[in-house]
């Protein structure tokens, strides 16, 4: 047979494909698109002013590392994030932002205070999130969460959650519906420091928060020590 015509055609497919990938993600129903760029030392947006509405912010890791990309409000709430993004590639986080001051921040090898970039929007457009109708409070200490009481939620609450960091490591509190589709987290916090999240609970159903940073120590993930468990929230 003839190799050389099929590895051409092999290369080019492969040139092809995350091409094919990225326009597929960003073909979705936002308002309008960011590009950011995150490298092992600089997290860059290409604009920062955007408007308020679903806003697609394509993040490309050029760093060496594999990385991630939080959006955060200025008090410090996860917006919403994607994780796992390898060098070269691409993903969308796809978030609704109503007019306020935000950052992006890129975490080149998924840990410690990644790099941040603000930005501003501006405009009528977004949905508001509801207003947190309670507060739950509780602690994280290595490697558990301490008065943490997720008995009596109901499909449809909002609630918000204030983490203190207790332990000596870094903690984080996520939490996934019960099909594992991530609902809010309280992000990576420092020990000593406290975090928050709101978060609005959808389906009747067994949910799960979890810690998954990783204990240097042992190699690790948190939940694998003992920072993950289940909840069920009732129906409305
Ligand atoms: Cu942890």
Redesign the pocket.
Known sequence: MNPLPQRAATLALALLLPIAGLAACSGGTADSATAVTGTDDACTLDRDVIEAGKIDFEFTNNGKDVSELYVLKDNGDVVGEVENVTTGTSRTLTVDLVAGDYEVNCKPGMKGKGISADFTVTGDGGTAQAKPERTVTFD?VD?TYEDLDLSSIKSGQTIRFEMTNSGT????FEVLDSTGEPIGEVGATEPGDTGGATMTFGAPGKYTYQ?I?IDPKTGKK?SMLG?TGTFTVAPA
């Open positions: 994280a490697f490591e870094p903690h984080e810690c940073l948190h920072m």
